[in-house]
T-cell receptor, first 114, second 112 residues
Framework: KAGVTQTPRYLIKTRGQQVTLSCSPI?????VSWYQQTPGQGLQFLFE???????NKGNFPGRFSGRQFSNSRSEMNVSTLELGDSALYLC?????????????FGQGTRLTVV | DQQVKQNSPSLSVQEGRISILNCDYT??????FLWYKKYPAEGPTFLIS?????DKNEDGRFTVFLNKSAKHLSLHIVPSQPGDSAVYFC???????????FGTGTRLTVIP
C-alpha cells in the first residue's frame, strides 16, 4: 500500500510570497498532521486535520494555515513568507481514532526562503 | 518549552554491541510514546511504541523501556548494526490529542 506522499519535494520562494504544500495520506487514514523541522527547534507540531476539520493546533502564527479535503488529502499554506520559515515540512497520517495510533511520515518538502 | 528531551545529541557504538538511547519528558499527561528513526532528506520512520500501561515493549532487536515515575524512556538496540546509523527521535503524546511532541534527536553511529 502506498505511503504518505508529499509534493513538491523541494521549493525555493522569495520573502513575502506565499506557498502551498500538498500531502496525500495513506489510504484509509483520516488524520493528517503537519510538522516543521528546523535545525534549531527540531520537529514542531503545526496542526492536525481529521475528517476535513482542524482538530489540534500548535503554536504557530496565523500565516500558517491548512485544510483537508473529503478524500483526506491535505494542503498547508504559508503566507507572507519569512526567512525563518525555511525548513523541512513533514506531513504524517494516521487513523486518528482510538488508542495506539502510530503516525507515518512522508519524505517532506524542503522549503527555502530567500 | 521542550516537553520531550533527548540530552545526548550523539552516540557512537561498535557493531554488535548494545545501543541505548534515552529520552525524558515533563508532561505527566503523556500516555503514549514512540521512537522514530530518520535518515537525511527523508521523513521519520516509525520504529516502536509503548503505552503508559506497560513498562516494556519489544520488537526484534528493538526494546523500549518506560519508567513513568522518573518520566524516562529508553530505546535499546541489540545487536547494533551499521544500518542502524541514523538520527533517532523520541516522541510523546496524550491519546486523543493526536499531536506528537518530539525530542531534538540523537544521532547514532554504529561503527563496523
Amino acid at each position: 500500500k502506498a505511503g504518505v506522499t508529499q509534493t513538491p519535494r523541494y521549493l525555493i520562494k522569495t520573502r513575502g510570497q506565499q506557498v502551498t504544500l500538498s500531502c496525500s495520506p495513506i489510504s484509509g487514514h483520516r488524520s493528517v498532521s503537519w510538522y516543521q523541522q528546523t535545525p534549531g527547534q527540531g520537529l514542531q507540531f503545526l496542526f492536525e486535520y481529521f475528517s476535513e476539520t482542524q482538530r489540534n493546533k500548535g503554536n504557530f502564527p496565523g500565516r500558517f494555515s491548512g485544510r483537508q479535503f473529503s478524500n483526506s488529502r491535505s494542503e498547508m499554506n504559508v503566507s507572507t513568507l519569512e526567512l525563518g520559515d525555511s525548513a523541512l515540512y513533514l506531513c504524517a497520517s494516521s487513523h486518528g481514532v482510538g488508542k495506539d495510533t502510530e503516525a507515518f511520515f512522508g519524505q517532506g518538502t524542503r522549503l527555502t526562503v530567500v | 518549552d521542550q516537553q520531550v528531551k533527548q540530552n545526548s545529541p550523539s552516540l557512537s557504538v561498535q557493531e554488535g554491541r548494545i545501543s541505548i538511547l534515552n529520552c525524558d519528558y515533563t508532561n505527566s499527561m503523556f500516555d503514549y510514546f514512540l521512537w522514530y528513526k530518520k535518515y537525511p532528506a527523508e521523513g521519520p520512520t516509525f520504529l516502536i511504541s509503548i503505552s503508559s500501561i506497560k513498562d516494556k515493549n519489544e520488537d526484534g532487536r528493538f526494546t523500549v523501556f518506560l519508567n513513568k515515575s522518573a518520566k524516562h524512556l529508553s530505546l535499546h538496540i541489540v545487536p547494533s548494526q551499521p544500518g542502524d546509523s541514523a538520527v533517532y527521535f523520541c516522541a510523546a503524546m496524550k491519546t486523543g490529542a493526536n499531536n506528537l511532541f518530539f525530542g531534538t534527536g540523537t544521532r547514532l553511529t554504529v561503527i563496523p
